[in-house]
């Protein structure tokens, strides 16, 4: 089973999820500051981390870049406060893959976890695998790599599953909501904002212009088409 960092200063709900989790079947650890926590995700290598975002020494905030500014693509579930959407849009432009709003409940938090976890140990290929040209811009799904003008990009497994869910619909309108299911792992959420900070940060790696997308086309009130 896998292992599941808390960050949580908290501590009752710290005890909550950990014992919560630890009866499903998870191995897990728990730090109660910033700090601590930061060094847990380097040295123990969890398999997904739960981080709140007010921490003490550290922000979850701060831990999350950290992590991605270093070539981390530890899983990670955010917690956030009612009120903090501004914080919400924020982890997820820094690399977080999902966030949970307080109060929620555990039974929500662990389909969260079950589908981030089935996602992230799951292969990019399959259907949707293979490599794939679209001028300087190259991609191998079943390896997981892709090269732009030569170089290799730094693509995390979720944008690599993002690719593959569009080449394999390549000049189909796929919806946010589709996008979600098929690989976030559940069939929707409010904030499906989710969707477009991804793509955006998708878009600066494999575009040559960001602000006027080639691969990836805005679809005005429907969605995206990948027209590689």
């Known amino acids: 089973m896998a292992t599941v960092l808390i960050v949580e200063d908290d501590r009752a709900m710290a005890v909550a999820l950990s014992d919560g989790l630890s009866y499903e079947g998870f191995t897990i650890e728990v730090a109660t500051d910033g700090e601590e926590g930061l060094r847990l995700a380097r040295e123990s290598k969890p398999d ?24 981390s693509n530890l899983p990670i579930i955010m917690l956030t406060a009612r009120g903090q959407e501004i914080d919400k849009v924020l982890g997820l432009k820094l690399g ?9 409940s555990f039974m929500e938090l662990r389909a969260r976890v079950d589908a981030i976890l089935r996602r992230s140990t799951a292969p990019a ?36 599953r993002l690719l593959g869910h569009f080449i ?23 904030f499906t904002r989710t969707v477009d900070t991804h793509i955006a940060k ?27």
């Open 48 to 71: 997904l981390m739960i981080l709140d975002i007010m921490l003490p020494k550290m922000t979850g905030l701060e831990i999350c870049k950290t992590l991605r500014d270093e070539g």
């Open 168 to 190: 394999e619909h390549c000049g189909e309108i796929v919806t946010r909501e589709q996008l979600l299911d098929n690989v976030w792992g559940y069939d929707t959420i409010p």
């Open 125 to 160: 290929g399959g259907a949707n695998g293979g490599r794939h040209e679209f001028g300087t811009f190259s991609v191998d799904l079943d390896h997981h790599m892709a090269v732009k003008d030569g170089v290799e990009l730094d693509l995390t497994p979720r944008e690599f």
């Open 96 to 104: 977080a893959d999902d966030y949970v709003t307080k109060p929620f």
């Open 202 to 228: 998708l878009r600066k790696k494999i575009e040559d212009d960001p602000a006027d997308p080639r691969l990836i086309i805005t679809v005005h009130r429907l969605g995206y088409k990948f027209v590689g």
